[in-house]
């Protein structure tokens, strides 16, 4: 199944009201307040990580406001980790290169 039906089909099942919006991919938490100006939510920033090897991966959300703190994200996981390429994302999440969607709940 597609996984992105798969998770809109779970929002929907438990009922959770949300307000979708289509943008190209931000690069930046302030390019993407650009796309979503207006819309009410929590400002999240996403990170798609992995090790060295590309052998394991992780997707990291987190307040925007923050920064992340990779020597303590390398104690946590137990290896150094880096920004993973865009065609890894597209490989690993199935996301479509030229959609990004923001949903406020």
């Known amino acids: 199944m597609d996984l992105y039906k798969l998770a809109m ?3 929907n099942d ?3 009201e949300y307000e979708m919006v289509e943008h190209p991919p931000a690069l930046t938490t302030e390019q993407a307040d650009e796309f979503i100006e207006g819309v009410e939510g929590v400002r999240t920033k996403t990170m798609f ?12 959300i987190m307040d925007d406001t923050k920064r992340m703190d990779m020597d303590l994200f390398k104690e946590i996981v137990g290896k150094k ?6 065609n890894s994302l597209m490989e690993k999440m199935g996301f479509q290169q030229e ?3 923001h949903l406020a709940f």
């Open 14 to 16: 438990l009922g959770i």
């Open 99 to 101: 959609l990004y969607l």
């Open 81 to 86: 980790v880096k920004m993973a390429s865009e």
């Open 49 to 60: 990580l992995t090790d060295r090897k590309k052998r394991e991966f992780y997707l990291l």
């Open 9 to 11: 089909d779970k929002i």
